[in-house]
């Protein structure tokens, strides 16, 4: 903005217009980006949960929510085909895969294959967080725009960086592709057509909608259609369009700002370690102080209730308790007690002052004792759950516990070898998450829980099995609760086994192998 004087005038005001992002895109570049306006759309048709409803209550006619269908073999299609179709944009563009692409490539692959093999899982919503970040660093690594070349704890920049900046900064790269196509007057043609489509349909369904009403035959023929291209879902399929746009423009933003390296880099080494590096402003006896503290205390504690928090490695039951009451009197607090130790380690580690890289022996010390300390709790916590388990049984929430502990106590692991000696802990950590985190979606947890109940009940080792809690969960638990069925000694478990399978069976679930493999073929054996 600037003013012009002239004299005996006033001053005129004149603007300058700012400099539009400059693209270098190709005619491949438009295929691709016409390609991410079919993901943004089968964003929304696949992966959002659908609400199931009851409608045999008191509302027949709108139904009673009673949950919701998670994606399943639409989320494993999505997820396959985006990376399917960004791989074959990166080989065209001269980008081959490395060692820690391919290991990304790997995970997100993996992650993406739960939701088809199994059924509906409340923790989904983590395997779909953890498959966007997996595709997000593996276009980075392809691209070979990481941050930090070493693969360790700065991940975490590459994950913001990746995640916020390269995609928004070139969100407007997806409409530049419109002026190759203009170039060309099949492209003008197929821009007009397609803006022609997208207006005229109103007026295309009004006229269907006549020619229905004036002869039955006709209206016939497009009866077996309407589920398919019926008003309503036509309607659905243009919001789908709509706001698929957004996400095709953050995914052709992403791929084509990597690639072209623009705007990747304003998150350089040199920042991220000198962000590290001003991090260390608080004096050390101010960090000190407080782990010291609390190392006392730890000791003081475990001193004063050894033989009550050692019972449970021996499987002795302390007087006066019940499995449940000692598996559960203190058990969450000894786990947020270990999650408070991991943030105060790593406050201590990012703020405490120190040279740069530096590895001060006295924070070494300390911070290795709170570690075994920690650890030790996490192993008496992880001795009550498991006590619990042999006397209760499995379920969903104590066998994600278990997992918890296990990360935890891996997590521990790894500090204190790093207090110890040194060597760079980021790498083994987000590795040993990685692998964990896979290991529990890919495990079929719901099978595993059905089976050790079932299987500890008719060895004698469980009093009863919870049926209903197996009837509420996947389709997992179909061929244990059929083994229930057939050899249970009550009769009362096996009648409720069977209409647990006869139930679950007429369930709207979403498309998985083991609902309509396994399950069904489970089914079919009933009488």
Known sequence: MSYEFSPGTAPALTIEKANKPVYNLKKTDAVFAVLMLVLGFLFWELLPPEARYDYSNDYPDTGTL?????????????FLLALAICFVWMSLKGFRQNIKSGAALLAAVLGSLPFFLYGDLPIHIFLFLFELL?????????????????????????AVNQAFIVPFANFSALPATKKVLAKRGAGRRLIAAFIGVVVSVPLIFGVLA?????????????????????PGRVWSYLWKILLGIPVALYIFGLVHGNM?????????????????????????????????????????????????????????????YTYAEYARRGF?????????????????????????????????????????????????????????????????????????????????????????????????????????FLSLYLANTDGMIARYNVKNYLDGGLKTVDVEMLVNMSDATAPWLYELYQNAPDSELRLAAKSGLDDTYKEDKSFNLQSKVIAENIHKKLP
């Open 66 to 78: 009673i949950g919701f269908k998670l994606p399943g073999l639409g989320a494993t299609l999505f």
């Open 134 to 158: 997996a595709c997000l660093i593996w276009v980075c690594f392809t691209c070979r725009t990481e941050i930090v070349k070493s693969f360790g704890g700065f991940v975490f920049f590459d």
């Open 210 to 230: 006549l020619l229905m009403h004036a002869d039955n035959s006709f209206k016939n023929i497009l009866d077996g259609f309407t589920g398919i291209v019926g």
């Open 260 to 320: 072209s390296k623009r705007r990747a880099g304003l998150i350089t080494n040199e920042s991220a370690h000198h962000f590290v590096d001003k991090a260390h402003r608080i004096p050390s006896a101010a960090v000190y102080a407080p782990l010291i503290i609390l190392c006392i205390i730890y000791l003081i504690f475990i001193a004063a209730l050894a033989g009550y928090l050692t019972a449970a490695f021996g499987s002795d039951l302390p007087g006066g």
């Open 332 to 436: 969450f607090e000894l786990c947020a007690v270990a999650a408070i130790n991991l943030c105060a380690l790593g406050f201590a580690w990012l703020f405490s002052k120190r040279k740069a890289g530096g590895h001060p022996k006295p924070l070494r010390i300390i911070g290795g004792t709170l570690t075994a300390l920690t650890l030790l709790l996490i192993m008496t916590a992880a001795s009550k759950m498991i006590m619990y388990v042999d006397a209760y049984g499995l379920s969903r929430l104590r066998l994600y516990t278990l997992w918890f502990l296990l990360v935890l106590a891996c997590t521990f692991i790894v500090l204190l070898i790093w207090h110890i000696r040194p060597s760079g802990a980021g790498k083994p950590l987000v590795i040993t998450c990685v692998i964990l």
